[in-house]
């Protein structure tokens, strides 16, 4: 009982910047820089996700396979692979690295 009035407020308060925030759109302008701003900010935090989820496990280094993984799938995507070969080749990475031995 102590998780359900918070759950629901939760579930109100998102519906309603669901509906809010379509509505407010077409009557605010946002200036150039407040939205360049807003779109590094995404960028910066999506690499902070990024560096965090494949250097940490809890609280301990995770060692050289994942990154360097993470590193192989990011020059894929930049050199415009598809989805799939991103994913095979970063996986594969990965775990040849763990098969041989680097952590």
Do not use: C, N
């Not at 102590?2 to 946002?30: C, D, E, K, N, W």
């Not at 995770?62 to 990011?74: E, K």
Request: hydrophobic share 65%; no cysteine.
């Amino acid at each position: 009982m102590s998780l359900t009035i918070p759950l629901i407020a939760m579930i109100v308060g998102t519906f309603a910047l669901r509906l809010i925030g379509p509505a407010l759109h077409s009557r605010m302008t946002i200036s150039p820089r407040i939205d360049r701003v807003m779109s590094t900010s995404v960028a910066v935090v999506f690499v902070a996700l990024i560096a965090t989820s494949t250097l940490l496990v809890g609280k301990d280094f995770a060692g050289f396979a994942a990154p360097i993984g993470v590193t192989v799938a990011g020059i894929l995507a930049w050199r415009k692979a598809p989805f799939v070969v991103i994913v095979i080749a970063a996986a594969a990475t990965t775990a040849a690295l763990r098969w041989i031995g680097v952590a």
